[in-house]
């Protein structure tokens, strides 16, 4: 880690009037929740095009029942780490105006963040597929039918084949038009139209990653590394503290 940038992104958060952090997979990879697009990623050993399509949930609901309450299963053995606490603890102290994620897990919640788009909705709320009547997880691990109208009970995530979540969606582009500072964290800026919205911000742009991404040349400061480690040193910085 660079410490010259980590000073520098520090001054920039404490001074920055709205500030918007933009979270991906990578940004819970430590709290053991497999990403997609990594080498040992979900989409290195399953197909998404078998699992996550509305033609998967229509036609191969086996399929999908397994694959999503594998998932389910992840959650239970998962915690937030603190990088999800310290994004908590800097939108209380009001250096953070919002999160917008491409997560599904609800980390930023359990951690006590407020402000939390979901782009592509939450693996923690079951409804029917056929009546969107609610359900609870439980009924979707047992494979039950929906009790209005034996209905397939399904994650309210974003499939493959379906739109993003339209009021979400206008809220992120707002809270981002809106800052003059964005920080990515753990996103491959490769799922569309999610990669987008770092551009939609006249101000300074951040990336933080384990790796560079074909967009890294786009923003402001690059920090490559685990998003917990970076995220500690910010603070760190910020609090006054020497960085080794």
Known sequence: MELHKIELVADWLKNAHR????????MSTESGIPDFRSREG?????DPMTVSTV??????????????SLRLADLKTCQPHNGHKLL???EEKGLINGIITQNVDGFHQQAGSKTVHELHGSLRSIFCSTCGH??????????????ECQGH???DIVLFGEMLPQEV??????????SDLLIVIGSSLQVSPANELPFLTDGKKVIINNEATLLHDQFDMKLEGKAGDVLEAIDK???????S
């Open 19 to 26: 500030t918007v952090i933009l979270t991906g997979a990578g």
């Open 42 to 46: 979900w989409w290195k050993k399953i």
């Open 55 to 68: 033609e998967a949930l229509e036609n191969e609901y086996e399929l999908f029942h397994g694959f999503y």
């Open 88 to 90: 908590a603890e800097w």
């Open 134 to 147: 609610t359900a609870d997880e439980e009924a979707f691990l047992n494979q039950e039918s929906c009790s």
């Open 153 to 155: 009970l399904r994650p």
């Open 169 to 178: 969606w206008g809220k992120a582009i707002r809270l981002i038009e809106e």
């Open 237 to 243: 910085k910020m609090k006054g503290g020497e960085l």
